[in-house]
């Protein structure tokens, strides 16, 4: 990011007619984006929501409320414009990029073996990183993918600790046996794997999936293009987490969309410092809480962009 | 409202393809919509952000940062597009209505007179009325007048009880002197107008003020015609809270757009059992927060009217 520019759009923030900081949230907003776009002003005039989609050997062990096919159906439903991210998006005015990731082909089961092998996590970590097109102003990072929180929860164990019952929710749906399953299969998985688990990156292999994978990609490839991010729910969270493993500030360009009402989301976002722009007791994933947060963004640099100064209106400062 | 419109919406968001109660707080708000909007999917093609703007007999006993002709000054930025209204409007794809009442007539200073006269009031509470046009989907109502926060603290405290220091705060950015002034100008009022603050209406014409007048006659115009209300910060709030001690369901139809970082409004909208959409730490009053929420309402029913059943897209149920 640019300090410089932070600076310019903070200078202007203080010269335009309002109480200083009166716009809270949505001035911090702004100079996040003009920091990461290295300009005074930010646009948002193209914004790509970036959804991947994978499946995941681990949902056999009988983690979800619903059966496997439906990764595939979802995919067919963004297609086909009847998700709820179809809808977000357009009202966010933002493009939907869908990229399944060998859905017909499950990752192996993490509780006895590693989930991808080498070729099969860079394979979509590149697809993830390819997805960041040139000259986009902002990409939103979600996911679609039966059994996913389990995943997310082996992951965010892996990376700092914890048993699988402190990181195991209710997904779309689980009752109380399957939550034990969740816990059970991350347990198993952490102590399959070990110390292999150490490296964060070998951990987003060993027991992550491919839309998780994909996702760390391009949160990569939008750090290093200059590109702001917006996370969606816990899995979103979850897969881009080791950047802030790999290095203190990995994750300085993104923001958390919202808070999830999956249950660790939260403990998640303190251990990030990420501060979610929304909650709203979403947990539907298929980045819809980073989608609408984008309607927050576009207001912010509306404000910032579009707003007269003191001067410029003629209005008398304190 | 209509029970039977609710009912039907609710059946709708079970129908829909994700997880049961995902969307979260956007399915309730969808639903709100039909239940005031009267049928199974609202729309929200015609949104109004509705400003009114007063002056306060108060304000020259410092209890604002700002000079008095500010209020003027910004009416006039409101008209000429450089308020940060004017760009939050424009991308809520609403309407921008701003009501000035008698701004070069102060109200009478409180603490030694009542605020308005009873003819006064009601044509405050007219022009609010007769804001809320015919047809109109939705409104959202808001403010601008220098030191009515501590008109609003004064309406509060009337209303619920306690005294001025538990209901004031910094408001556009006063200092510890500024908001000593404050507490006890609302002292000095409670004691000065006494049981006469007992009646509702009586408080808000006595230590109210033209603007909050106004949001009171919009939002019973509202309950009245069926239009759903999106309700602003601490002022906007603390002036439609008479309704809800005129009857315990008054505000049935009204929604917190945010929850503002003017210190009493999160105890205001407790009071009076009103869960706010946003939290951005805003403080800015003009309808910001309320206009903000609009997006996320826009959001909520493109997703209720646009999304596809699990039958039409053939996703399994779980």
Redo the contacts between chains.
Sequence with gaps: GSATAAQSAAQRQAM???????????EELAIFLARWQRGMKPSLDHVDVLIFAGSHGIAARGVS???T??TA??V??FA?????I???A???GANLSVTPLEIDKPTADFTVAPAMNEAEFLAAVTAGMRAVVPGVDLITVGEMGIGNTTVASATAAALFGGSGSSWVGRG??VDDEGLTRKATAVDTALTFHGNALQDPLEALRLVGGRELAAIFGAVLAARLQGVPVVLDGFVATAAAAPLTRLHPNGLAHALAGHVS?EAQHPRLLKLLNLDP????????GEG?GAC?AV??L??AI??H????SFA?????E?
Tied chains: 1, 2.
């Design positions: 335009l007619t309002k109480p200083r900081g009166s716009l809270g949230r949505l409320a619903y059966p096919e439906v159906q979802m067919a439903n086909n414009g009847g998700a709820a179809n809808q977000l357009a009202i966010a779309s749906g009402a722009i929304l909650d709203l007791g979403m947990r539907l819809s609408l309607n927050i576009r207001s509306a404000c962009n579009g707003m007269a410029e209106a003629g209005v008398s304190n």
